[in-house]
């Protein structure tokens, strides 16, 4: 198991906030989930997750921590998953998430929107 040099409420703040931006910038707020990945790769290409070169990718780190990224977005509310055919949407149902804070943090069983 790797050591992540995050902390869970950074992770956490920075996988929400590349999610919920590439979703708000696609059409109809939905994409597929293999470009979901690649983009959140993309994006967060950062040395400092992780000091083992394999693991600084945020899909490896929603993949061990919270058994995958599909996983993960379908414990939030906000975000929808949908399946057509073989491919699978996620959609960011924004209106659910205050429009006031950019900030999400999730207790145990709990989201809480500040």
Not at 81 to 99: A, F, Q, T
């Amino acid at each position: 198991m790797p050591k992540w040099n995050l902390s869970e409420t950074e992770c956490f703040s920075i996988i929400h906030s590349i999610l919920i931006d590439i979703l708000n910038n696609s059409i109809d707020n939905t994409v597929p989930l293999n470009n979901l990945v690649h983009e959140l790769n993309t994006q967060t290409e950062i040395g400092q997750l992780s000091d083992e070169k394999k693991y600084n990718l945020f899909s490896k780190y929603l993949k061990i921590e919270h058994s995958g990224i599909l996983d993960f977005i379908e414990s939030y509310n906000f975000y929808g998953v949908i399946k057509k055919g073989n491919i699978i949407y996620v959609k960011l149902y924004d209106k659910l998430i205050c429009e006031s804070s950019k900030r999400v943090t999730k207790d145990k069983d709990w989201i809480m929107i500040n």
